[in-house]
Nanobody
Framework: QVQPVESGGGLVQAGGSLRLSCAASGRTSSNYAMGWFRQAPGKEREFVATINRSGLTTDYSDSVKGRFTISKDNAKNTVYLQMNSLKPEDTAVYYC?????????????????WGRGTQVTVSS
C-alpha cells in the first residue's frame, strides 16, 4: 500500500509557475503508475496528467497540454507536476493518486490511493 502526500501548492499570479510534489510513503512508487487530478469549487474532479510506472509514458488533459509537465523520480518515490503559464481557471485543489498497474489512467475510478490535496490559486 502507498500513501501519496502532496505539497507545493500556493497563490500565484496568472502567467506564473508552480511545481507540485507528491511523495509516496509506504511501498516504493516504482510499483505504481501515478496521476494528478484537480477539483475546483462546485465542479467535479477532473483529470490533469498521468505517468506510467517507469516514468516514460505520459498523458495530459487538453486544457493543460503544453503548459504542465508530469515527471517521476522513482529513486525518491516522488512524482512532480510542473505547471507553467498558469491561468485563473487552473485554480483548484490538486490531488495525487496512485494505481498498482504499469500504465497510467485518465479515469479517477482506476486509482486506489489518494492524497489529501494541495490548493493552487491563480490570481488574475
Amino acid at each position: 500500500q502507498v500513501q501519496p502526500v502532496e505539497s507545493g501548492g500556493g497563490l500565484v499570479q496568472a502567467g506564473g509557475s508552480l511545481r507540485l510534489s507528491c511523495a509516496a510513503s509506504g511501498r516504493t512508487s516504482s510499483n505504481y503508475a501515478m496521476g494528478w487530478f484537480r477539483q475546483a469549487p462546485g465542479k467535479e474532479r477532473e483529470f490533469v496528467a498521468t505517468i506510467n510506472r517507469s516514468g516514460l509514458t505520459t498523458d495530459y488533459s487538453d486544457s493543460v497540454k503544453g503548459r504542465f509537465t508530469i515527471s517521476k523520480d522513482n529513486a525518491k518515490n516522488t512524482v512532480y507536476l510542473q505547471m507553467n503559464s498558469l491561468k485563473p481557471e487552473d485554480t483548484a485543489v490538486y490531488y495525487c493518486a496512485a494505481r498498482l498497474f504499469s500504465g497510467g489512467s485518465i479515469y479517477s475510478r482506476e486509482y486506489a490511493y489518494w492524497g489529501r490535496g494541495t490548493q493552487v490559486t491563480v490570481s488574475s
